[in-house]
């Protein structure tokens, strides 16, 4: 028999759903709902009723836009260069090259990465929607810009296959090891990539 109310529980296993949370960061998140003010809730309650109804997808970027929306604003934006092509993983990864605030190019969002274990395959993702763009933008350069993972780099060189002989520069994402970090802790991958890019002093 439960001690806590089936409603706490509810909510509690609710929380534990999400990626990347646990039974105890459920029960505080739970419990913070519980002992605070009734209007977080609701607003909670509220940004989550939305969701599904007020966020579609760009039918070229794939990036996340309002569903009032017909395209991405960063796509529409006359100032961007729809030449050049950053490719992410997901919306998110978008946001954070964004937040940098030096990029002027546009975005294609693949959904995800090639990952046979999880099941997912090329056609699963959106590069037939990426090639088309690059004949109809005319592009001149695609960025590379999935992870430093073997899904990453799978991706990435999968990409580079389907391209194939048109006339685009493919560059990726330069790897090096973040400040502070001993070489014996650097993955293989992130260390054969700060090899590889070595500078002249």
């Known amino acids: 028999m439960s001690v806590l109310p089936k409603a706490l529980n509810d909510l509690i296993y609710s929380f534990e759903g999400l990626p990347g949370v646990g039974p105890r960061t ?22 989550l009723s939305k969701i ?6 760009c039918p070229i970027t794939f990036a996340l836009i309002d569903s009032s929306q017909d395209i991405s604003p960063l796509y529409a934006d006359k100032s961007r260069d729809k030449k ?6 997901s919306p998110f990864d978008l946001l954070a090259i964004e937040r940098i605030g030096t990029y002027k190019g ?4 693949l959904g995800g990465l090639v990952s046979p274990i999880d099941g997912i395959g090329p056609e699963q993702l959106h590069i ?19 992870n430093a993972s073997v899904e990453g780099e799978s991706t990435a060189l999968y990409l580079n296959q389907a391209i ?25 991958i992130t260390l054969g990539r700060a090899l590889d890019g070595r500078t002249i002093l």
């Open 52 to 57: 599904h109804n007020s966020i579609s997808f």
């Open 164 to 188: 194939g002989e048109r006339n685009v520069k493919i560059t990726r994402l330069a790897r090096g090891l973040p400040i502070g970090v001993d070489l014996e802790y650097a993955d293989q």
């Open 84 to 89: 050049t092509i950053a490719v992410v993983s």
């Open 128 to 146: 037939e929607e990426l090639i088309q763009r690059i004949d109809k933008d005319e592009v001149n350069e695609i960025i590379l810009a999935t």
């Open 26 to 47: 459920a029960e505080r998140y739970a419990y913070y709902l519980v002992q605070n003010d009734k209007l977080i809730s609701d607003k909670l309650i509220n940004s």
């Open 106 to 109: 546009t975005y294609h969002v």
